[in-house]
């Protein structure tokens, strides 16, 4: 199985170069894509130091648009592996993701244990998104807010997927499932450390409660895009 790893980076400096060491050192990896968008840091220069492949867009516009650009740009390869830039999440759970892509997986999403390294908020929030995304995908989806996952060719082919910020995750976890893409946990440790988190409570949490009431309406009225990648299903 060729495996792309994708990272969407901003503001990533400090801790990507130690994260693409650990990615340079899978055997699983075929190639690696950094996705920095309007970064006013080093990110880009640490990520072409370091010897990989770099999208530099000029403007910031979340990390959803960074992961929709990055997967348009990696058409050759099997799955792709999305992992953050900050250093949350470890590179050497990546053979994990592959066995479970491996055992029948179309995503297999990584699960953070809500433990005490969790700050209470986030771990409030996940659960609550989670059951919702559960619901709404009839699978079980133990952390929809995790961005360390692998996407196999055939759903990032067929899944309409909306541009955007953190809500994007949610958004192809759902509707992968209704298409019926198989869904797959993977345990990974949850870190927590000095990485500072992009996320912006008034503008991101609303944007993920809003994509998830879409989601819900779209069970009874399904957009156009849902319903021609409805028809061609999802193993023709
Ligand atoms: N390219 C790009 N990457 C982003 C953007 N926002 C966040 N990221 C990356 O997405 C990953 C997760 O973001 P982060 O803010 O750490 O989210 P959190 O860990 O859920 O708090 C990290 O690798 C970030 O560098 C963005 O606007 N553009
Ligand atoms: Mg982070």
Known sequence: ??????????????????????????????????VDDGSTDDTAAVARAAGVRVLALPVNRGKGHALVTGFAALPDCDAVVTLDADGQHPPECVP????????GADLALGVRVR?????????F??????????????????????????????????????????????????RAARLGFRLASVP????????????????????IVGVLARLTLERVAPPDVMRRAAREGCRS
């Open 1 to 34: 199985m060729r495996v792309a790893v994708l990272i969407p980076a901003y503001q990533a400096g400090a801790q990507l170069q130690d994260v693409l060491a650990r990615v340079a050192a899978l055997a699983e990896c075929s190639q690696v894509l950094v």
């Open 96 to 103: 994990d993701f592959v066995r479970a892509a491996e055992a």
């Open 115 to 123: 433990s005490a390294a969790m700050p209470p908020l986030r771990r």
């Open 125 to 174: 929030a996940n659960r609550f998104s989670s059951g919702w995304a559960t619901w709404l995908a009839g699978q079980c989806v133990a952390d929809s807010q995790c961005g360390f996952r692998l996407y196999g060719r055939r759903l990032l082919d067929r899944t309409p997927i909306t541009p955007g910020r953190y809500e994007v995750e949610s958004e192809v976890i759902v």
């Open 188 to 207: 990974i440790p949850t870190v927590y450390g000095g990485e500072a988190s992009q996320m912006r409570t008034l503008r991101d949490v609303p944007r």
